[in-house]
């Protein structure tokens, strides 16, 4: 990615339903839900809607979402593959599109019933009907799950550099926290301390514990992109978009990339950061609050690695919970993240990152200049650089 | 005992027709003789589709391994043990450890295949420790 994106595009709206393990209604109306709460945050109509964008495992067809709101035509959509990895994705295609003028303001949504409805890693889906190809050289060893595939590849890097479970603990205890004092939360009054995370069954021995593991939501979110133009007249404070990028690593696969050279990082989020330095101008050190995807906490330690706020094998000192807490070097996932607040694809973590630069979020952090938000990791994934003025 | 049965296509039922007759099989390009697992058309080294099946030792080292614990699988001891074996040929593949302890295994321990026929005649390679070579 070159630099020409930068600042020419912002998240003007963010909307969001309440996350819930039972919502009671269809993905479809989850979805119109967050895509009107989006609109109306923005002050905007949804004839003033011309782009759809969301994730390919997306249940909600952009013409019925388009249908259901009563958006005139549509000239732009586009969906983000590989599951929690498209999350900041669907806002570099937006960007995108708002800037080049192919489209105006452009909903990206993500809206599911992964708790109430199909959840992933569910068996007996995948018994039922047989084996997709990719996942014959894994499920029957036993491994079915997104939990299991993490775990394989985690363990490779606790046994590189000496991490053990006692270390993700941190990650744990962070975002707990952080949910304990956000109300939209699912664990909102409910923090833990690292002995409840000790105490806490094994998922995946000796990798995981159920406290290493994010939880399961229904929910729905969405986010209004405009051109930073025109940004400037609507409700809120944008929150510009400095960079965005997605990225795939060579010789992967969609969680079981097991056949790289190495097995102690994330090849797609090191390509992902890359592009985000590069297109910003920015370092680690101009990040002053970060959303960092934490389906299972391995995996936030070995991002901290490729995204340069450590050297390899360092996360294990880095991560702790005093620096990863408000008022640390590096405070993440203010609202919980997936872990604590719901568990939106990576949805919630942009929408945070855009109460933070407008100064709303619960747990605010002071004098906010540039958030990093990433998506999905172990697979095919994206990041944003978020700022409040350019 | 039952185990999920493996879908094949045509790029990949060699590797468990091999696995039926007690071989585990890799696929060696035609152009550059690289070794590749898993099966796919083409070689990311050369770009030839020509390939034939190769015969691996079925020897190599634990290179990860888990316990998978929750949720409970029909078909699998708890714990059981997932690992990923590198070959000597250099390449890895995923299986089972078998007729070890968990506490007994370590990265980097020498394994072997042998040959598991579990419900409804599903063959699955799996492994166990073999002596240093």
């Known amino acids: 990615m070159t630099a020409w994106l930068k600042d020419r595009a912002a998240i003007v709206g963010i909307g969001q339903t309440e996350f819930s393990k039972a919502s009671g209604r269809t993905e479809l109306q989850l979805a119109c839900e967050a895509v009107k709460a989006a609109l109306d945050d923005a002050g905007l109509r949804p004839s003033d809607v011309d782009g759809l964008v969301t994730f390919t495992m997306d249940t909600s067809d952009e013409i019925e979402v388009a249908r259901n709101l009563g958006i005139p035509h549509l000239s732009m959509f586009s969906r983000i593959p590989y599951g929690g990895g498209a999350a900041a994705g669907t806002v570099l295609h937006a960007a995108m599109a708002v800037a080049t003028g192919v489209a105006d303001v452009v909903v990206c949504y993500r809206a599911f019933n992964e708790r109430s409805g199909f959840r992933f890693g569910d068996t007996g889906s995948v018994l039922g009907g047989g084996l997709p190809l990719w996942l014959s050289w894994y499920a029957p060893y036993g491994l079915l799950t997104p939990a299991s595939w993490v775990a394989l590849h985690a363990r490779r890097y606790m046994h590189t550099y000496g991490v053990t479970n006692e270390h993700f603990g941190a990650i744990a205890v962070v975002d707990r926290h952080h949910a304990a004092t956000n109300p939209d939360a699912w664990f909102y009054q409910r923090p833990i301390t690292l002995a409840d995370h000790q105490a806490s069954r094994w998922i995946v021995e000796p990798v995981l514990r159920l406290l290493d593991c994010c939880q399961e939501s229904d929910g729905g979110a969405a986010l209004v992109i405009t051109t930073a133009d025109r940004a400037r007249d609507l409700a809120h404070r944008p929150a510009l978009i400095t960079a965005a990028a997605q990225g795939a690593g060579g010789d992967g696969e969609m969680m079981t990339s097991y056949y790289r050279d190495d097995l102690t990082g994330l090849p797609e989020m090191g390509v992902v950061a890359q592009q985000l330095w590069k297109a910003s101008g920015l370092r680690p050190s101009h990040i002053t609050t970060a959303f960092l995807y934490d389906h299972f906490t391995p995996f936030v330690l070995m991002q901290l690695e490729e995204l340069g706020f450590c050297g390899r094998g360092e996360a294990k000192d880095f991560a702790t919970v005093e620096n990863l807490s408000i008022g640390g070097v590096l405070p993440i996932n203010t609202n919980g993240g997936l872990l604590g607040e719901a568990y939106l694809h990576g949805m919630n973590g942009i929408t945070e990152s855009v109460r933070q630069i407008r100064g709303t979020a619960c747990n605010q952090v002071p004098d906010v200049e540039h958030i990093l938000v990433t998506a999905g990791t172990g697979v095919p994934t994206s990041g944003l650089i978020l700022s409040p003025s350019a | ?133």
């Not at chain 2, 590749?36 to 015969?55: F, G, I, K, Q, V």
């Open chain 2, 1 to 133: 005992m039952s185990r999920i049965e493996p879908s094949m296509s045509p790029d990949t039922a060699f590797f468990w027709e091999g696995v039926a007759q007690g071989r585990l099989l890799v696929q060696r390009c035609g152009g550059c003789d690289a070794l590749r697992h898993p099966p796919r058309p083409m070689c990311p080294a050369c770009n030839s589709l020509a390939w034939d099946p190769y015969e691996t030792t079925g020897r190599g080292q634990v290179y990860s391994f888990v316990m998978p614990r929750h949720p409970r699988y029909p078909g699998f001891d708890d714990p059981h043990i997932a690992v990923l074996v590198e070959l000597e040929e250099g390449l890895r593949l995923v299986s089972n450890l078998g007729e070890v302890e968990p506490e007994d295994v370590t990265i980097g321990m020498p394994v072997e295949v042998f040959y598991a026929t579990f419900e409804g005649g599903i063959v699955l390679p799996q492994f166990r420790p073999a002596a240093p070579t």
